[in-house]
């Protein structure tokens, strides 16, 4: 498994700060974060990123930051951000991501329950959130700092705040400080995304991370120091884990991926050794690689798909813990040199030893289309409340389709109705209550109820059915996992999101998205003329015989009480600035359902 660097001290009696000293003394020259600065990459090593948190935590401590203080930050993934985390944690301060996407009501709901003084935020377009509670008595905001020094008008500029600390820098008090954080301290707040309800304040201490972050790194053999592309945002719990925790617990070299869009040509252009991504993103990669297989000659096509099937096969062997035969194995070799790993190179993936994926199912044909490449994604499962990740599938034991076997020093089993329930010390301390107190969630014997619905194998592996507030339940008292009939759906080309309903129906209907990208390749290469557009091509004739017949497909696999009986096909793509995806990609059901409730409603008039 990986070598982790020297840790200074016990696991369960380390902080992040003694960790970054560990980076700045022992691989002091090693690349710590890098960021564009246009066509090219300005790098931070250990050593001059510490000195750089030394230098705002002095920056924060005379805008009046206080230890155990909440400090709100709403910036996307640039330098400021990943070193102000850092910079407030060594003051013992707390420092709370708010996704970017986020309404007026949400920031106000979590500036009041923080009872936060102090946010950072990027420029203009987060201000009008963030201003009026400012004047808002009921609000305790007091200070804006503001990144974009052109943009901040009255407030004050990060760039000064920095000027500030370089000025009153004292060695010896920032030493003191960070070393007066106990393993018990909150690290992080994590505001839960809030697919129903307010988002709730998940409070993670030192300890809970760092020891899930050493769990998580001793079950892949990763090279050391090993690069990360953070591009998912850092009020996600995966990219705090990702992004800022396991590098500075590996001394690794985080690139900074400012804009996610354009993840798929930082890939290209670093190929990492590990790559993570939701669902939805492995979904959108998938559509892509796959547009382009289509445009390729017949015969460029069949050599391809043959090489697809020669890597199933592989990874199947890997999958049963058996020997690939001699004639597998040659034929395995010839594939990946002579077309899988060319193909895989041209995407950037070609050095790739863990590509994982967690917040939501899989859906079966991703994990499949990437088999055929020789990569498995390993599906993971946790939640905020657990640190991040509970099970995981690792590359020498896995099952497709599963979420793995849980994490060194964690427990997880099953209560009578299925629902998972976690024991273990990287579950959360509890629930962050509007006074300052902590609303523990576990029971008297530790256990923490999940939400989520499973089973657990006779190896071991833990299989998802779905949320337990999500279950459907039929009026003939069936229970249905939403997300094992939307991902049947899902796995037709045309078909990009699904969303199904059911809950007190005599039978199930599905709203279904037209995929963006794979419809007008489809429609292409079907011969429908005119425009390709999504949106243009729900109402042709032939693209919607193709839906009726991806939906009697999905239909022929699932069981009676699963089928889908009508359905509404959809161009308008979902997505997290339009609300109905959460800042993380998982489908707000219930925002889906409000907005498109005549729709359903017409799906259930004879």
């Given at each position: 498994?990986?070598?982790?660097?020297?840790?200074?001290?016990?696991?369960?009696?380390?902080?992040?700060?003694?960790l970054?000293?560990?980076?700045?003394?022992?691989?002091?020259?090693?690349?710590a974060?890098s960021?564009?600065?246009?066509?090219?990459?300005?790098?931070l090593?250990?050593?001059?990123?510490r000195?750089?948190?030394?230098?705002?935590?002095?920056?924060?401590?005379?805008?009046?930051?206080?230890?155990?203080?909440?400090?709100?930050?709403?910036?996307?993934?640039?330098?400021?951000?990943?070193?102000?985390?850092?910079?407030?944690t060594?003051?013992g301060?707390?420092?709370?991501?708010?996704?970017?996407?986020?309404?007026p009501?949400?920031?106000?709901?979590?500036?009041?329950?923080?009872?936060?003084?102090?946010?950072?935020?990027?420029?203009a377009a987060?201000?009008?959130?963030?201003?009026?509670?400012?004047?808002?008595?009921?609000?305790?905001?007091?200070?804006?700092?503001?990144?974009?020094a052109?943009?901040?008008?009255?407030?004050?500029?990060?760039?000064?705040?920095?000027?500030?600390?370089?000025r009153?820098?004292?060695?010896?008090a920032?030493?003191k400080a960070w070393?007066?954080s106990?393993?018990?301290?909150?690290?992080?707040?994590?505001?839960?995304?809030?697919?129903?309800?307010?988002?709730?304040?998940?409070r993670?201490t030192?300890?809970?991370?760092?020891?899930?972050?050493?769990?998580?790194?001793?079950?892949?053999?990763?090279?050391?120091?090993?690069?990360?592309?953070?591009?998912?945002?850092f009020?996600?719990?995966?990219?705090r884990?990702?992004?800022?925790?396991?590098?500075?617990?590996?001394?690794?070299?985080?690139?900074?991926c400012?804009d996610?869009?354009q993840?798929?040509?930082?890939?290209?252009?670093?190929?990492?050794?590990?790559?993570?991504?939701?669902?939805?993103?492995?979904?959108?990669?998938t559509?892509?690689?796959k547009?382009?297989?289509a445009g390729?000659?017949?015969?460029?096509?069949?050599?391809i798909?043959?090489?697809?099937?020669?890597?199933?096969?592989h990874?199947?062997?890997?999958?049963?813990?058996?020997?690939?035969?001699?004639?597998?194995?040659?034929?395995?070799?010839?594939?990946?040199?002579?077309?899988l790993?060319?193909?895989l190179?041209?995407?950037g993936?070609d050095?790739?030893?863990w590509?994982?994926?967690?917040?939501a199912?899989?859906?079966?044909?991703?994990?499949?289309?990437?088999a055929?490449?020789g990569?498995?994604?390993?599906?993971?499962w946790?939640?905020?409340?657990?640190?991040?990740?509970?099970?995981?599938?690792?590359?020498?034991?896995?099952?497709?389709?599963?979420?793995?076997?849980?994490?060194?020093g964690?427990?997880?089993?099953?209560?009578d109705?299925?629902?998972l329930?976690?024991?273990?010390?990287?579950?959360?301390?509890?629930?962050?209550?509007?006074?300052g107190?902590?609303?523990?969630?576990c029971?008297?014997?530790g256990?923490?109820?999940?939400?989520d619905?499973?089973?657990?194998?006779?190896?071991?592996?833990?299989?998802?059915?779905?949320?337990?507030?999500e279950?459907?339940?039929?009026?003939?008292?069936?229970?249905?996992?939403p997300?094992?009939?939307?991902?049947?759906?899902?796995?037709?080309?045309?078909?990009?999101?699904?969303?199904?309903?059911?809950?007190?129906?005599?039978?199930?209907?599905?709203?279904?998205?037209?995929?963006?990208?794979?419809a007008?390749?489809?429609?292409?290469?079907h011969g429908?003329?005119?425009?390709?557009?999504?949106?243009?091509?729900?109402?042709?004739?032939?693209?919607?015989?193709?839906?009726d017949?991806?939906?009697?497909?999905?239909?022929?696999?699932?069981?009676?009480t699963?089928?889908?009986?009508?359905?509404?096909?959809?161009?308008?793509?979902?997505?997290?600035?339009?609300?109905?995806?959460?800042?993380?990609?998982?489908?707000?059901r219930?925002?889906?359902?409000?907005?498109?409730?005549?729709?359903?409603?017409?799906?259930?008039t004879?």
């Open positions: 498994m990986t070598t982790i660097p020297r840790l200074p001290g016990e696991p369960a009696d380390i902080t992040l700060p003694a970054l000293l560990r980076n700045a003394e022992d691989h002091g020259e090693l690349p974060l960021w564009r600065t246009g066509e090219d990459w300005a790098t090593t250990w050593r001059e990123a000195r750089k948190v030394a230098v705002l935590a002095a920056g924060y401590a005379a805008l009046g930051v206080g230890r155990g203080e909440h400090v709100l930050m709403m910036m996307g993934n640039r330098p400021e951000h990943w070193l102000s985390d850092l910079a407030l060594h003051l301060a707390v420092p709370v991501t708010v996704y970017g996407t986020a309404a009501e949400q920031v106000a709901h979590i500036v009041r329950h923080s009872r936060a003084r102090f946010a950072i935020v990027e420029g987060e201000l009008p959130r963030w201003e009026p509670l400012l004047a808002d008595a009921s609000a305790p905001l007091e200070r804006l700092v503001v990144v974009e052109a943009e901040a008008g009255e407030h004050r500029t990060y760039g000064s705040l920095h000027a500030t600390g370089s009153l820098l004292n060695p010896d920032f030493e070393r007066e106990r393993p018990t301290d909150a690290l992080t707040v994590v505001y839960t995304s809030g697919t129903t309800g307010d988002p709730k304040g998940v993670l030192h300890r809970n991370v760092l020891l899930g972050s050493i769990a998580l790194d001793g079950v892949v053999d990763f090279p050391e120091h090993v690069g990360h592309i953070c591009y998912l945002p009020a996600h719990i995966a990219e884990l990702l992004g800022i925790y396991l590098p500075v617990l590996r001394a690794a070299h985080v690139h900074l400012a996610p869009a993840v798929a040509a930082t890939a290209r252009e670093l190929h990492p050794f590990q790559f993570f991504g939701v669902p939805r993103v492995w979904e959108k990669l559509a892509s690689v547009a382009a297989l390729l000659p017949a015969e460029r096509r069949r050599a798909e043959a090489a697809n099937e020669t890597a199933r096969a990874v199947a062997c890997r999958e049963r813990g058996e020997e690939p035969s001699a004639e597998l194995r040659a034929a395995y070799e010839r594939a990946k040199e002579q077309v790993d060319p193909l190179a041209l995407a993936f050095r790739l030893v590509t994982a994926s967690a917040s199912p899989m859906p079966p044909d991703v994990t499949r289309f990437w055929g490449f990569l498995v994604i390993m599906d993971a946790g939640l905020t409340e657990t640190s991040g990740v509970v099970t995981t599938n690792t590359p020498d034991a896995f099952r497709l389709g599963s979420v793995g076997r849980p994490l060194a964690l427990e997880v089993r099953t209560a109705d299925g629902e329930l976690v024991r273990g010390a990287t579950v959360f301390d509890g629930y962050l209550r509007a006074d107190g902590v609303d523990s969630a029971d008297a014997e256990w923490f109820a999940t939400g619905i499973g089973r657990i194998d006779e190896d071991g592996f833990l299989w998802l059915t779905d949320r337990k507030k279950m459907i339940v039929t009026s003939t008292g069936k229970n249905v996992s997300a094992l009939v939307e991902n049947a759906l899902k796995e037709h080309p045309l078909i990009g999101q699904a969303l199904v309903h059911g809950d007190g129906r005599s039978y199930l209907v599905a709203l279904l998205v037209l995929d963006a990208e794979l007008p390749a489809w429609a292409a290469a429908i003329e005119g425009g390709l557009e999504a949106g243009e091509l729900v109402s042709h004739p032939a693209v919607r015989e193709e839906a017949r991806a939906v009697q497909a999905a239909n022929a696999r699932l069981n009676r699963e089928q889908i009986k009508r359905y509404r096909l959809l161009a308008e793509e979902w997505g997290p600035g339009t609300g109905e995806l959460t800042p993380s990609l998982k489908l707000r219930r925002v889906v359902q409000e907005r498109y409730q005549q729709v359903i409603d017409a799906l259930y004879p």
